[in-house]
C-alpha cells in the first residue's frame, strides 16, 4: 500500500520540459459548503478521469493542503498540449466544470464565498533538478521515474547541465548530443 523508500540519493528521470500545473481553492467561508463542496470534490473527479486514461497526458499529481482553507493538486503532465487539450476537450469533466462557474458569475452567484487558482510552469531542461534521499519516488520522481543520482550527477549544477541526447533521424544512436557544442 505505501511505497518503499529507495536506499541512497536518487534524482528525477524527466527528459526535456517539465510541465506542472498547481491547482487549487480556498474556502472563502466555511458556512457557505453549498459553494465550495461541489468545487472540493470535483477536482477527485477529474484526476480520476485522467487516470483511466493516461494519453491524456497526467503523468502524476500530489493532493495537498496549505491550511484549513486552502487545498491543492501539484500536477505533473507529459506536454503543455496535452494539458491544454484536456482543459478545452468538451468530453472531459473539466469543461463542464468551468462552464457552471462561468455560468455562475455571469448570473452574479458566486459571491466570493470560495476562492480558485492555478499556476502553470513549463521549466525548461536545464532549469529543473531533484535530489531525493532515502524517499520513495515523489513529485516529478514520481512522474517520471527514478535514475540513481550519479546518472545525472552528484552536485546540482551536474544535474542542471544535463541534456537529453539528441537521436539522429535514421534513429540511431546519438552521434551528438545537446551537451556537445
Known amino acids: 500500500m505505501f511505497a518503499k523508500p529507495i536506499p541512497g540519493n536518487t534524482t528525477a528521470a524527466v527528459e526535456g520540459d517539465a510541465v506542472v500545473l498547481l491547482i487549487g481553492m480556498r474556502i472563502n467561508h466555511f458556512w457557505a459548503v453549498h459553494h465550495w463542496g461541489p468545487v472540493l470534490l470535483a477536482m477527485p473527479r477529474m484526476l480520476r478521469e485522467l487516470g483511466k486514461d493516461k494519453s491524456r497526458g497526467l503523468l502524476g499529481h500530489v493532493l495537498l493542503t496549505a491550511s484549513p482553507r486552502t487545498y491543492y493538486?501539484?500536477?505533473?503532465?507529459?506536454?503543455?498540449?496535452?494539458?491544454?487539450?484536456?482543459?478545452?476537450?468538451?468530453?472531459?469533466?473539466?469543461?463542464?466544470?468551468?462552464a457552471t462557474l462561468n455560468k455562475k458569475e455571469r448570473k452574479g452567484k458566486r459571491r466570493q464565498h470560495v476562492g480558485l487558482w492555478h499556476e502553470t510552469y513549463i521549466a525548461a531542461e536545464g532549469s529543473y533538478e531533484s535530489i531525493y534521499g532515502d524517499m520513495p519516488p515523489f513529485g516529478l520522481a514520481a512522474a517520471h521515474g527514478v535514475l540513481p543520482l550519479e546518472r545525472r550527477g552528484r552536485r546540482a549544477s551536474d544535474r542542471f547541465a544535463h541534456r537529453t541526447p539528441v537521436v539522429s533521424p535514421a534513429g540511431d544512436a546519438p552521434a551528438v548530443t545537446a551537451e556537445t557544442p
Do not use: G, I, N, T
Not at 493538486?73 to 468551468?98: G, I, N, T
Open 73 to 98: 493538486v501539484v500536477q505533473y503532465w507529459e506536454s503543455k498540449e496535452k494539458l491544454y487539450a484536456y482543459a478545452s476537450a468538451p468530453d472531459m469533466f473539466h469543461r463542464e466544470a468551468w
